[in-house]
């Protein structure tokens, strides 16, 4: 089994910056790639961004230019660097691990951007 575990959200002004966490552990075996998704209230999860094992990211729109994932394999930690925060950047914040053995999701972390 797969344990996710997101930390580092909070409330920030608008134009502020918070660095998020993902922790993995158990067992782990295969891990291909690692995401960030953003959830309000009555939506689906929209993806933010993404980090392949090899260090391949992808972004969404919105994202780009403010945002940095990036990735510890030797701690199996995944960071989400935000900067320039937007209110429309509010949401709780999800981590997905993918595997070779499935996808694995944490709890999530709610951010709070105020204008």
């Known amino acids: 089994q797969v344990q996710v575990v997101e930390s580092g959200g909070g409330e920030v002004q608008a134009g502020g910056s918070l660095r998020l966490s993902c922790a993995a552990s158990?067992?782990?075996?295969?891990?291909?790639?690692n995401a960030w998704y953003r959830q309000t209230p009555g939506k689906e999860r929209d993806f933010v961004a993404r980090?392949?094992?090899?260090?391949?990211?992808n972004y969404a729109v919105s994202a780009k230019g403010r945002f940095t994932i990036s990735r510890d394999n030797a701690n199996n930690t995944v960071y989400l660097q935000m900067n320039n925060l937007k209110p429309e950047d509010t949401g709780v914040y999800y981590c997905?691990?993918?595997?070779?053995?499935?996808?694995?999701w944490g709890q999530g972390t709610q951010v709070t951007v105020s204008s």
């Open positions: 997905r691990a993918t595997s070779a053995g499935g996808d694995y």
């Open positions: 158990g067992s782990i075996y295969g891990m291909l790639a």
């Open positions: 980090i392949s094992n090899a260090g391949n990211t």
